[in-house]
């Protein structure tokens, strides 16, 4: 699976977007981008995937760049509860269920009042 | 939604003894199940993948008779850390996989934080 790169971390002051980038310059046709995040002492949960285009749902927004090579989660309006660690993901997607996600640093996001 | 159900949340255990993580999926069959570990301050490293009904495949370095794991059916998996050491404490998770339309799919479980004193 590609690697990723991401900022080891950023602030965000509550009610303003959380603009969270990722590059993957070397993924492949059928990897697909995902971003899950980490809240202190619990699992990941997932936020959102994407393969080409951009996608939206009631917790975030993922903007993929034409070429693929890079992306970024978007979180319109971060609150206090949307500080944790987030990672972006690429995995080769459909037809093999055994496929693993390999976590890199991922993004440290500090919400600040 | 999928809901990975993971026990205990918590555990602390003396040197030399033995320890059972459970992972259950609760509403949807699980073909393959990812068991992880985390240190402080790091990021999740995979251990090993379990397929219902075969033999789990474990990650360079993972001693494979030190972190016995279980999938003997397709709504579980376990975990079991023999013989623990203090050098084993660290934040276990797992994560099933399940087909959601043309991709699949990842749920993990809330982790497991063992303590070996």
């Known amino acids: 699976d590609a690697k990723t790169t991401q900022p080891p971390s950023m602030d965000c002051a509550e009610g303003r977007a959380a603009n969270l980038p990722c590059n993957h310059s070397t993924i492949s046709g059928n990897e697909y981008v995902y971003w899950y995040r980490q809240i202190h002492s619990q699992g990941p949960q997932y936020i959102i995937h994407?393969?080409?285009n951009n996608e939206t749902n009631e917790m975030a927004s993922l903007i993929i760049t034409e070429d693929r090579k890079s992306s970024t989660l978007i979180l319109p309006h971060a609150t206090l509860r949307d500080t944790a660690v987030y990672y972006c993901?690429?995995?080769?997607?459909?037809?093999?269920?055994?496929?693993?996600?390999?976590f890199g640093g991922g993004t440290r996001l500090m919400v600040k009042p | 939604g999928a809901v990975v159900s993971q026990h205990p949340s918590w555990v602390i255990c003396k040197s030399g003894t033995s320890v059972k993580i459970e992972c259950r999926s609760l509403?949807?069959?699980?073909?393959?199940m990812f068991w992880y570990r985390q240190f402080p301050k790091q990021s999740l490293m995979l251990m090993a993948t379990s397929n219902e009904g075969s033999k789990a495949t474990y990650e360079q370095g993972v001693e494979k008779d030190k972190f016995l794991i279980n999938h003997a059916s397709l709504t579980l998996s376990t975990l079991t850390v023999t013989s623990a050491h203090p050098e084993d404490s660290s934040f276990y998770i797992c994560s099933a996989s399940q087909a959601t339309g043309g991709d699949y799919g990842y749920t993990f479980g809330s982790g497991t934080r063992l303590t070996v004193v």
């Open positions: 993901i690429v995995r080769v997607g459909g037809g093999n269920a055994g496929n693993m996600l390999t």
């Open positions: 509403d949807f069959q699980a073909t393959t």
């Open positions: 994407g393969l080409k």
